[in-house]
């Protein structure tokens, strides 16, 4: 079997590649759908993949590795890693968690992710009304993972939060030593939703970056009587590509409330700093940047070696992300916590797939199914009236 096309089109604004083989099996990936511009980045590996075994994924993935980077310039590399993946299990007739060894659990916990709520506001009651919103969701999830600080609209919509000036271009910009009250703010935000999930439902909390790290270890102990199960990126990682792990091991020593980062890092190499320093209680690579979904792998067991959890990220994903996070969430470790569910965006793309579980998540889990590859495939008439013109032979 060999390689005779690598193509990519833009569906619903998240680009999805297609290995075309000479013995008619196919094999898709899908990158986040924040990037359509990664389009032609794609196609800049086709001539380093045609004429490969797509079955022999490391050796493929040996000729293009080297050429990605920190998010988001791993995207493609990782969606070229997902669709082999789909090839191989398809032409053995598998799943590909069976050629990755094989699944350890026939479920798998998912958070909410893609699941949100609005919200009018960014006080305490506004937090609580959103968790008891969030915790009556038809998913059942018993992880919900919520903004907060600079991770959230906060520091646009609630006074003297920190000693900056106030960035409204997005999150990601703002950062700056927070104020007594802003402290005090974001902590009784806190308070509020763990009152209204008790000890049923686990809260995490995707913080930043932007925190300066006194404050980030001020939070960290003031939060520990709650029992959140990870601070995220409160330092850097998600819009940063640095990893900082000398910062985050001073918080991390600081404190029994968990830290977590690592959605932006590209390769297990990485990590290492991360996880040979213990610089973090919790790791957690998006398979669409790191490098596919067995470098996510290779990562979680080097990180159960040294006593560090595994909650992959994934939000903006798609479909055919979600199916590669099964299928690699199946084989990990016991560090294994969750990953970070992505919903169809838009809606339209459960019309356009098949081989999703209905429902999707159900008490908080997703069923492994055992269809070859990623087990998802295209229902291709209704795919195509989806395709743009310029995209048009992209199922041909």
Sequence with gaps: MRITDLRCAVIGGSPV????????????GQIETTKPYVKSQVLYYREAVLGEDPRLVERCMKRIRRRGAFKPWGSAVSAIEMALWDVAGKAAGVAAHRLMGGKVRDRVRVYN??????????GPDDYAENMRRMRA??????????GVGFHSPMPGHVPNLFLGEVQTSGMGGNRGLLTERGLNHIIACVEAMKDVLGDEIGLALDCGPGWMLPDAIRF???IERLNVLWIEDILTGDYT?????????????STSTPTHTGEQIYLRENFRDLI????VRVVGPDPADVGGIAELKWIAEFADMHGILMAPHGVFDGVIGLAAHVQ?????PENYIAFEYPIARPSWWYDIVEGLPTPIVRDGFIEVGDRPGLGITFRVDAARTRLET???AFFD
Excluded: C, N, W
């Design 220 to 222: 960290a102990r003031a």
């Design 328 to 332: 690699v969430a199946a084989t990990l």
């Design 276 to 279: 040979e320093g213990h610089a």
């Design 17 to 28: 590649i297609r290995i075309v083989t000479d013995e008619g099996i196919d094999g898709f």
């Design 390 to 392: 310029e995209d048009r």
């Design 137 to 146: 969701s038809p998913e059942g999830f018993t992880i919900i993972k919520q």
């Design 113 to 122: 992710g893609g699941v949100r709520f609005p919200m009018e506001g960014y």
């Design 241 to 253: 590509p640095h990893v900082s792990a000398a910062e985050y091991a001073e918080l991390t020593r």
